[in-house]
Structures are given as structure tokens and as C-alpha cells.
């Protein structure tokens, strides 16, 4: 492969803020079960600067990552004020001492974690603060409405939705401009496939979290596929996954995350594999 940039093309989120559509995604830079602090967290720094150095302007966490931790260290390890730079965060999860990920999407508590999160990130406006989940206690509607309230009072530039369905999508853009949504989706999980083309209709940026499963790897016909690309292109599987995210639509912004350097290279490096028509065949 050529010298090791992000050789992805770009996409302007809400319109007006454009980057490479590879980004990352910084869960991992905490503890185990994403609770606490890393073992090294010279080397979590590491791994966000590296990113930097290689063209990643496209950087997601959240506050519940942590909790707390992730956003800290990014705004330790980063100038996230630069314009040529998204850091995007979210709000809506609690989190606790068991690893728990619980929905709390209470407009009053969005409103005070968006401060919290400005103070770890050190900026005065968030880039893109998304909605992590909608909250079965909350009515929906109140809890976006917040969301629209920060934007308009200049807290947050662009709202995201995440974990939502086409009809939630829908409900949220009578509230608020939904410059971005975040959903579980990979070569290997398309169950949001209808969120993901309600996007490319709107010209939303989709996220598609856990870009290359859960670590488990990938079965049946899929990993079979998967294994002949990547054996023509002298790759990883998980590299070929990437770049089909990358291929597969126009509006993808995949953010695989790691907490190694030589991992996030290999992450980067397949920004720079070009699929044939016929690897195109096999993988769909």
C-alpha cells in the first residue's frame, strides 16, 4: 500500500464541516468494560495523536466512556477547538460500577452533561453532540427538543441521533437539523439498512459503530468472502470490512476504535484498498 494517510474521501457533516470519512472512535482509550482509566494513558494519548498525524479528523466519544475518561483524554491530547478538526460526543447512558449501560435521556440531565462534557473536551461549542439513546422513561420528542434547545443557544453546532429507528429519525428532524446518525451496522450486520438509506436520502452522515463486529470475527458465507478479498488484496479481513463500509455508501463514516497504535495503522491503511466490481460481487 501507498505511504500510510487517510486516503478516504471527504463528507461535510451538517452541511458545512467537512472530513475524511474515515474517523475514529475513542471507546476504547479507557478501562476494561469502558470503566475507569486505561493501564497507560501516555499511550491512550499516544493513539489519539497518532490518528491526528495520519489525516483522522473525524473523532467520536462519548460521556459515558469512562465515564468521562475518553472525553478527558481527548481534550488532554488534542486541540479539539481547530476547525479542521470533529470531535463529536453524546450524551442519554449512565453508566456504573457493573459495566451497566442504562438509557437516561431526561432533558435536565442532557443539559448538565453537555457542560461537563465542554469542560473535558475544552471547547466552548461541541462539534456534534449526539443523543446516545433514546430512553423507554422519556418521551422522545422532550429529549431531542434539548438537543435543539443547545444548538440554539450555541452549546452544540451540530445534533446526532444514535440507536435510532427510520420513524425516530423521522420525529427528530420536525425538532432539530439530525446532521448525523449513529447505529450499530457492518458488512456482517445490516439490520439498520433502512436507517442507513433513509440517510443517504436526507444526505445525513451514518455512523456505522462496530464497523467490524464485535471481535468475534465473521461466519458463514460473509467470512468466506471476506477471506478470498482479502487474500487478492493481500489484507486483513477486518481491513476488507472497513473499506466495504467505505464503499458501500457515500454517506458512511466509519469509526473503528483501538486502544494500539500498529491497530489503528491497519485501521487507517485500509482507507487505501480499492475494491473491484468483482470483490464488490462477492462481499454484497
Keep these: ?92 447512558l449512565l453508566r456504573n460500577e457493573s459495566g451497566d449501560w442504562l438509557p437516561h435521556g431526561d432533558p435536565d440531565y442532557i443539559r448538565n452533561q453537555v457542560l461537563a462534557s465542554r469542560d473535558r473536551l475544552g471547547v466552548e461549542t461541541i462539534d456534534l453532540y449526539q443523543f446516545h439513546r433514546p430512553d423507554p422513561d422519556t418521551d422522545f420528542e422532550d429529549s431531542v427538543h434539548a438537543f435543539a434547545e443547545l444548538k440554539d443557544e450555541g452549546l452544540v453546532e451540530h445534533v446526532g441521533l444514535s440507536n435510532v429507528s427510520v420513524d425516530q429519525l423521522e420525529e427528530a428532524r420536525e425538532i432539530v437539523d439530525v446532521a448525523t446518525v449513529q447505529n450499530e451496522y457492518s458488512i456482517g450486520n445490516r439490520e439498520h439498512q433502512d436507517v442507513l438509506d433513509a440517510c443517504e436520502d436526507y444526505g445525513i452522515g451514518f455512523i456505522p459503530y462496530a464497523p467490524v463486529g464485535w471481535g468475534a470475527g465473521f461466519d458463514g458465507d460473509t467470512g468466506d468472502a471476506l477471506e478470498e478479498v482479502a487474500d487478492a488484496h493481500d489484507a486483513s479481513v477486518y481491513q476488507v470490512a472497513l473499506a466495504w463500509l467505505l464503499d458501500t455508501s457515500p454517506v458512511t463514516l466509519p469509526i473503528p476504535g483501538t486502544s494500539s497504535v500498529d491497530h489503528l495503522e491497519q485501521n487507517v491503511a485500509a482507507s487505501q484498498l480499492e475494491l473491484t466490481d468483482d470483490d464488490r460481487a462477492k462481499l454484497d
Excluded: C, Q, W
Aim: glycine share 12%.
Design 1 to 92: 500500500m501507498p505511504d500510510l494517510t487517510n486516503a478516504s474521501d471527504t463528507f461535510d457533516i451538517g452541511g458545512d464541516r467537512t472530513v475524511h470519512r474515515l474517523g475514529f472512535g475513542a471507546m476504547r482509550i479507557t478501562g476494561d468494560d469502558i470503566i475507569g482509566r486505561p493501564d497507560d494513558e501516555t499511550e491512550a494519548r499516544d493513539v489519539v495523536r497518532r490518528a491526528d498525524d495520519l489525516g483522522v479528523d473525524f473523532i467520536d466519544t462519548a460521556d459515558s466512556y469512562g465515564p468521562g475518561v475518553s472525553e478527558r483524554l481527548l481534550g488532554d491530547a488534542l486541540d479539539a477547538t481547530r476547525d479542521d478538526l470533529v470531535v463529536a460526543t453524546k450524551a442519554g
